[in-house]
């Protein structure tokens, strides 16, 4: 089964509200121009090849997007997104293979900054993350940067990586105090993630500075999303895991719960996912305030 319909369906999500008017910045490989993305990716920007079209040379990027807001309309409804009616942001920070530096990333969140007003972007989703250096890292250019974007009262939801179980091991920018670092519920089954077989891969906590992290979890494993189709797929929608997947699955809730509470901030936003998730009797330092549950978010 569509595991982001799994965690929305039934009578307690009969909304409305479905991110409408919301903007949301997606961090990541660029997007592709999916059919389930209607006309509502309002902005495209690329920081690693300065193109001007719409493009996702890896496919993470479009999945990530799917799975905040994609509508469902290629799959009769299956495939939909948290949020099927939110407005996207595209910032390619990402190459081709996954991978980016830190400099991309936060010209990024500049732009973001700069342009928020304009496309009315509450939300920046970054599902990917570096491997923190030492104890210093809190400081480092990157959590200042989000952090920067969280005190401009954005709302950054990032993946706390695939690196657990092992203590402290966060990635940054999750490891910041301030955003909201989203792991995965449902890592205990052996999962083919970006190409190795793993098992309890979601990143623990704390983090060097003894932050209890992450924050919140959310399916993450086998979620089918959008696909960038191209010369090698010919195929509208694929199944990836991980953080990365888990991430957007948060960010596209607070969607639905911007559009139902636009006045909300974002310490009001982290403060009811705090209070309305549902404790998994997990350590906290692998499941955070517990699992996030839509219906009672929005309740």
């Known amino acids: 089964m569509n595991r982001v319909l799994e965690l929305i369906k039934g009578p307690e999500f009969d909304s409305p509200y479905l991110g409408q008017k919301i903007?949301?910045?997606?961090?990541?490989?660029?997007?592709?121009?999916?059919?389930?993305?209607?006309?509502?990716?309002?902005?495209?920007?690329?920081?690693?090849?300065?193109?001007?079209?719409?493009?996702?040379?890896?496919?993470?990027?479009?999945?990530?997007?799917?799975?905040?807001?994609?509508?469902?309309?290629?799959?009769?409804?299956?495939?939909?997104?948290?949020?099927?009616?939110?407005?996207?942001?595209?910032?390619?920070?990402?190459?081709?293979?996954?991978?980016?530096?830190?400099?991309?990333?936060?010209?990024?969140?500049?732009?973001?900054i700069k342009h928020k007003d304009k496309y009315n972007i509450r939300i920046i989703n970054i599902s990917a993350g570096t491997v923190p250096k030492d104890s210093k890292?809190?400081?480092?250019?990157?959590?200042?940067?989000?952090?920067?974007?969280?005190?401009?009262?954005?709302?950054?939801?990032?993946?706390?990586?695939?690196?657990?179980?092992?203590?402290?091991?966060?990635?940054?920018?999750?490891?910041?105090?301030k955003v909201i670092?989203?792991?995965?519920?449902?890592?205990?089954?052996?999962?083919?993630?970006?190409?190795?077989?793993?098992?309890?891969y979601s990143g623990r906590g704390p983090t060097a500075s003894c932050i209890c992290k992450p924050d919140i979890v959310a399916p993450g494993s086998g979620i089918i999303s959008c696909a960038a189709m191209g010369k090698r797929n010919s195929k509208l929608y694929c199944i990836k895991s991980g953080t990365s997947m888990a991430t957007p699955i948060v960010s596209g809730a607070i969607a639905v719960l911007l559009s139902k509470y636009p006045y909300l901030t974002n310490v009001d936003v982290k403060i009811r996912l705090k209070e309305k998730s549902v404790d998994l009797g997990l350590p906290k330092n692998q499941q955070g305030w517990g699992m996030l549950d839509v219906g009672n978010l929005l309740s």
């Open 137 to 177: 890292e809190e400081s480092s250019t990157l959590v200042k940067g989000v952090e920067e974007a969280w005190d401009k009262g954005i709302i950054v939801v990032t993946a706390a990586g695939n690196n657990g179980p092992k203590p402290m091991s966060i990635t940054t920018p999750g490891i910041s105090r």
């Open 23 to 112: 903007g949301i910045a997606v961090l990541d490989t660029g997007i592709y121009s999916h059919p389930d993305f209607d006309n509502r990716v309002i902005a495209f920007r690329d920081l690693v090849h300065n193109q001007s079209f719409m493009y996702d040379d890896c496919g993470h990027g479009t999945h990530v997007s799917g799975i905040i807001a994609g509508s469902g309309s290629a799959s009769d409804g299956y495939c939909h997104g948290v949020a099927p009616k939110a407005n996207l942001i595209g910032v390619k920070v990402l190459d081709h293979k996954g991978n980016g530096n830190i400099k991309h990333l936060l010209e990024g969140i500049q732009w973001v």
């Open 181 to 200: 670092t989203v792991g995965c519920s449902d890592d205990q089954k052996l999962t083919n993630v970006q190409g190795n077989k793993v098992v309890n």
